[in-house]
């Protein structure tokens, strides 16, 4: 410590000492535990949530009730043809549903099911059936979106377009992100990716990644889904 003029100036390494006690002390203030939310551990403020990974596991966003319209719209239109369960899929970003011919299977990007509105979410589906049932009916000799697709998209409710209008300028602020602390299993969840991050058992992490996801349902800060 070093004094001159009448003010008492701390060192550097001193005054870092000191502010990082002054955070962990901060941030040990803000924690409330819940005894009886089964290990789930909040914070007062929002840039900072988390909860025992081993009591909340994380997964992609359920395609339960796609694949429910999938099969209600065969039924009606198309009774011989049988498709696989939808496929979630994280890598599609830019593309949010596609159909494999080879594989008679729908796919769906996990970021539409998580974040996009009830009725973008079934429109990029039946977009998708009506590739399907074309491919059923007239197989592969019929152009992606040409007269058989816009007549089949007719007879099922879905646009005749050769796309489907969704609005995923909003939902950057809905993308939050995951690390798992190694010491408590703890998942800290943050705004953005950092460098490094502080658990609330007071181990420094240093994360190598971070795994992308959503509010389970809208509104909520509580489970989490995969992106």
Sequence with gaps: ???????????????????????????LAQVTLAP????????????QLAFDLE????????????????KATLDTHEPELEL?????SGRMRRTLGSYMPSRKQIAI?????????DDDIRQVVLHE???????ARWGSKPSA??????????????KPRRYVD??????????????????????????????????ICGLKLYPKSWRAVAPAERGTDGDWVML
């Excluded at 696989?84 to 979630?88: G, L």
């Excluded at 059936?129 to 491919?135: G, K, Q, S, Y």
């Design 1 to 27: 410590m070093f004094s001159g003029a009448g003010a008492t100036v701390i060192s550097f390494s001193v005054r870092k000492t000191i502010l990082r006690v002054v955070d962990q002390a901060a941030e």
């Design 166 to 199: 969704v609005a995923t300028a909003q939902w950057g602020s809905q993308v939050r992100y995951l690390s798992k602390c190694g010491h408590c299993n703890v998942l800290i969840v943050r705004k953005r990716r950092v460098n490094s991050v502080r658990c």
């Design 55 to 70: 009591q909340r596991p994380v997964a992609k966003p359920t395609a339960a009730n796609v694949d429910l319209l999938i």
């Design 109 to 117: 990007s996990s970021r539409l099911l998580a974040m996009g509105e």
């Design 84 to 88: 696989p369960a939808v496929r979630v």
């Design 36 to 47: 009886e939310r089964a290990g789930l551990v909040s914070v007062v403020e929002s840039r």
């Design 129 to 135: 059936v009506a590739h399907a049932i074309v491919h």
């Design 145 to 158: 979106h040409g007269r058989e697709f816009r007549l089949v998209c007719n007879e099922i409710g879905a």
